[in-house]
């Protein structure tokens, strides 16, 4: 394909017109192809990338060019959770997910549907509806049953249950659903996303939980026992929010290779990896390497099947916007692009280890 050439062809002499199909066939051997993009080489290696997006930040243009160029895979940053799409009891708001559903399917996008079952996000009529086990049931059953129903063929994936391992590790955290219906509520949520959406792949989805920690076994012995009394699970979601310097390519490996012993995929789901001060150069590399060793711990196993980043550029982080003490830091850039939407060390670094193992 001839790139168009960069300066307007002015006032050239007859002889000098006669020479411009060569002139332009040299022109093409010597214009190399654009590099590929991280989607093309996800896709050399059977895995998706993929970024979470608010919908907000789909009125950017620049932010539009490079999610639909780079990514082949999106998660919905807050649309799909249960105090966007039920906020009222029986009213449902669909409008702003299905604004993301509507650019992932101009744009060849898989859908990673996140999430159903969270104990933020959740509306005061549910959180503080103080219902009955059968109640509480009844509106975890309705509100998937809903939501899948819509989304059935839409969206492929779900995180069906997230974060409802305590950060110790010593069982369930305490949660309003925990509380109405009791430690079966993860279960019962697997069995419900099961039925309305039998060709949906079920995820859990948690933090802390990436390399071979104590909440790590936790999960890993949940998922496990899932696995063995048949409810209906397809994966485990790492959500990988880091610190620089804070991947252990080998552990977490290790826990990706042992959640495929049970046959159940791994997808990196939100990965950010943020640092306190400027970017010096230093700083950069090492957020590079810290994105390098996850990608390849994801590589080496072939029951991960996707790396999803928690945004796109730094501009948009949910870091600068949360009022979690340190992350107030307006300088946090934790993601592949910059505030002016360049690709950043870490991008390239995925574009080397995307290549190596594809070659
Ligand atoms: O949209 C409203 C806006 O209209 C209003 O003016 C503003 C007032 O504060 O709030 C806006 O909603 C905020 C929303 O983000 C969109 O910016 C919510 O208050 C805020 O709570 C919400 O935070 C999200 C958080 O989950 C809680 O749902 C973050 O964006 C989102 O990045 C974060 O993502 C979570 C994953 O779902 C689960 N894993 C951890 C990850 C980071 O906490």
């Given at each position: 394909?001839?790139?168009?050439?960069?300066?307007?062809?002015l006032c050239i002499p007859f002889i000098a017109a006669a020479l411009i199909p060569f002139a332009l066939a040299a022109n093409a051997q010597s214009t190399p192809d654009p590099a590929p993009a991280l989607r093309?080489?996800?896709e050399q290696n059977h895995i998706h990338i993929g970024a979470a997006v608010y919908s907000d930040h789909l009125l950017d243009p620049q932010f539009n060019q490079v999610l639909s160029r780079e990514f082949n895979m999106l998660t919905p940053e807050n649309e799909?959770?249960?105090c966007w799409l039920q906020p009222n009891e029986g009213k449902f708001d669909f409008s702003k997910f299905d604004q993301l559903v509507?650019?992932?399917?101009a744009n060849n996008m898989e859908i990673h549907g996140h999430n159903?079952?969270?104990h933020q996000c959740l509306p005061d009529w549910v959180a503080q509806?103080?219902?009955?086990?059968?109640q509480a049931l009844q509106v975890l059953h309705d509100h998937i049953f809903t939501v899948l129903g819509r989304y059935r063929g839409r969206v492929a994936i779900w995180d069906v249950v997230n974060e409802a391992m305590s950060d110790s590790g010593s069982g369930l955290r305490d949660t309003p659903w925990r509380d109405m219906i009791g430690d079966d509520y993860v279960e019962m949520a697997f069995r419900f996303a099961h039925e309305a959406d039998p060709d949906a792949l079920l995820f859990y989805n948690d933090y802390s939980g990436e390399a071979m920690t104590g909440k790590a076994n936790a999960i890993y012995d949940m998922v496990q026992d899932f696995v063995k009394r048949g409810v209906p699970i397809n994966g485990v979601g790492l959500q990988s929010h880091f610190t620089l310097g804070g991947v252990n390519e080998a552990s977490i490996s290790q826990n990706i290779k042992r959640l495929g012993a049970l046959g159940l995929q791994v997808q990196i789901t939100e990965m950010d990896d943020r640092f306190d001060g400027a970017p010096t150069p230093a700083i950069l590399q090492e957020q590079a390497n810290d994105y390098a060793q996850l990608m390849q711990a994801c590589l080496e196993n072939s029951n991960c099947t996707a790396f999803i980043t928690w945004g796109v550029s730094d501009n948009y982080t949910w870091l600068r916007g949360t009022n979690l003490g340190f992350f107030k830091n307006p300088l946090v850039e934790p993601l592949l692009f910059d505030d002016h939407y360049q690709p950043k060390p870490a991008y390239q670094a995925l574009v080397d280890v995307l290549t190596k193992h594809a070659g």
């Open positions: 394909m001839l790139r168009k050439l960069s300066r307007p062809l093309d080489l996800a799909a959770k249960f509507a650019f992932a399917q159903l079952v969270w509806g103080k219902f009955t086990r059968d």
